[in-house]
């Protein structure tokens, strides 16, 4: 038997090291979604297991990736049995395999590409269903999403102009500082003191709060014509129950992760549109100017894969990683 070539072993600690900007994130996932439009990437849905007292959730996913020809397995385990950021425990991985040679790429931490994918699938809503003059954009959450926010939003839409951030916990207010000016030189972002008065006036609303967020934003808050994009906590099951249009990065992964979000009667709101066909303008992001349109990121792991491949590119030439020859 030929057994494959030793494989790429990525830490944490050497992902912090690869230097990737905004706009890199951004083509690749977009990249990602292209694929997927097109028919030549596959993305199922994931699996997922959890005890009856919700201390811990697994997710299992798999997809391949047509524009690189690459296959991945991607886990994610929490746990977090006392609802307490400064406990929580949170692994996640990401292996790649070259679908052309069939030899294994890579074995990363996925906690960075995570970290980056999803505010870049945010970006790519916001592209895709702000009203061209959208000025103003709310995020609500400090944590690690809440960092990387703004800089990709602005990545994706340039013209904001007003920046507003509503959090609770003061060193991850100074992390979305920091790294807003480290990613975008000049701009700054307001610190919201009033949740409601800050929701009236966004355009967009990114909603990227850990679970024991004090922000629950009803729709009646929301103005015509804006959009909301649920990535973790924040929003009320309000916004998508009341929404004039629903937009999904997968329908099938909203039905999966997204039950907290239905409405009074116990129903799941459904999708008007996914990203991926939006993206191929195949389907409509909004219907008018007015529509208060509501977006569920969830990510899907042909986007993982991208951003993986772009690591794995950019580790290799700086030397990081070291070899594992897991099947000698």
Known sequence: MTYPASTLILTASDLDKVQVTSGDVLSAVETAYDALSSGHSINPGKLTVAPGDRRSVAYSMLARDGHSETVAFKTSFKFDPHRDRTRKRYYTTLSLYDDTTGAPIALMDCGRIGALRTPAVSGLLIRGCAVPDASTVLVVGSGTQGRFALPLALAAH????????????????????????????????????????????????????????????????????????????GLSASTLSDADYVVATSAEQMRTTGTDMAGPDGVLRGVDAELPDILAGRARARRTPHDRVFAYNSGLVVTDIALGLLFVDKAREQGLGSTLDLWS
């Open 158 to 233: 340039p013209q904001f102009t007003d920046l507003e951030l509503f959090a609770t916990h003061p060193d991850g207010i100074a992390a979305v500082q920091d790294e807003l000016a480290r990613q975008c030189p000049g701009r700054t972002v307001r610190i919201s003191t009033d949740l409601e008065e800050s929701v009236r006036r966004a355009d967009v609303i990114l909603a990227v709060a850990g679970e024991a967020t004090p922000a629950d934003i009803p729709s009646e808050w929301i103005r015509p014509g804006a959009v909301t994009i649920l990535v973790g906590y």
